[in-house]
């Protein structure tokens, strides 16, 4: 008798951890809330800075190009921010620069990813069939505190004909000359 008890119990507990489980993910969804890290997150998220570099062309006189980030993820999940891209000729003149709101930010262990929608646009040398505004890109950054901080661009490998995914990029690639990033907080706790 007592062993059926005791699977009873058992069983019975089972039943009412799973149904605990289930009623919580059905509320999430309900609500609209979709689980995840972002949504986990306690501390959120921020990056911020402004660094530049030369381009790498092989008369060592690349095209400066220069960013501004500064996003954060509340520890709600609210993502916010601005950042501002700069492309200039070798002779310092004009090539595009660009502007826009963050709407994802993403960060763990001194690494973090930022997108946004660009808002604002000039970029005489560009193609005139290439339509920025509206666009979605990418930007990544290495907060490196022992050597230069290092950035990357989404349409680095793919240009600007498609959006790029939210919270996305390519790897940070380019060792930054000047300024810096600081990426704190982690997705993961």
């Known amino acids: 008798m007592r062993r059926v008890t005791r699977t009873a119990i058992a069983a ?3 039943v009412l951890a799973v149904s605990a489980a289930t009623g919580a993910a059905g509320a999430e969804m309900a609500s609209g809330t979709e689980p995840g890290p972002a949504a986990e997150s306690a501390q959120g998220a921020r990056i911020v800075g402004s660094g530049g570099a030369r381009l790498p062309d092989p008369s060592g006189n ?4 220069w960013f501004k980030v500064d996003g954060r993820m509340s520890p709600e ?3 916010s921010g601005r950042f501002h891209v700069i492309h200039r000729t070798p002779d310092g003149g004009p090539f595009a620069e660009f502007e826009g709101r963050i709407d994802c930010v ?3 262990e001194g690494q973090g990813v930022v997108t946004g929608i660009i808002e604002k646009v000039d970029a005489p040398a ?4 290439v339509d920025l505004m509206g666009r979605r890109v990418g930007v990544s950054i290495k907060d490196n505190r022992h050597g230069p901080d290092a950035i990357g661009w989404s349409w680095s490998t793919g240009g600007f004909e498609q959006d790029t995914l939210p919270c996305n990029s390519v790897p940070p690639f380019l060792d930054i000359e000047h300024g810096g990033y600081h ?5 993961f706790g």
Do not use: E
Request: proline content about 14%.
């Open 12 to 14: 019975t507990l089972s």
């Open 62 to 65: 690349g095209d400066p190009v």
């Open 77 to 79: 999940g609210q993502h």
């Open 106 to 108: 993403f960060a763990v």
């Open 126 to 129: 560009l193609p005139p069939d």
């Open 183 to 187: 990426v704190s907080g982690s997705m």
